[in-house]
């Protein structure tokens, strides 16, 4: 809740709504969550947590190595990519 309400209001004296749409998607999943965990099992629970870090892993192995190949296929650097943004 901290972290959300610091948010808001960093988003709010900056003027930057895209932060407070977050702000606002952020405390839904957190809702969302409470409200589930309350209604299934936590074995039912801890298997969805337990599914969603190891695909979060793959996935970050496959960015990594997508990353990794595009350098070395391609010869540019990070700079590169920065600049042709």
Not at 47 to 76: E, P, Q
């Amino acid at each position: 809740m901290f972290f959300c309400a610091l948010l808001a209001i960093v988003s709010l004296f900056y003027q930057n709504y895209l932060g407070i749409l977050v702000t606002v998607g952020i405390l839904m999943l957190g809702s969302f969550a409470v409200y589930y965990r309350q209604h299934i099992s936590a074995e039912s629970f801890e298997f969805f947590m337990d599914t969603t870090l190891i695909l979060s892993l793959v996935a970050d192995g496959y960015n990594a190595h997508s990353f990794a190949c595009s350098r070395t296929c391609c010869h540019h650097s990070v700079l590169y990519y920065s600049s042709s943004i």
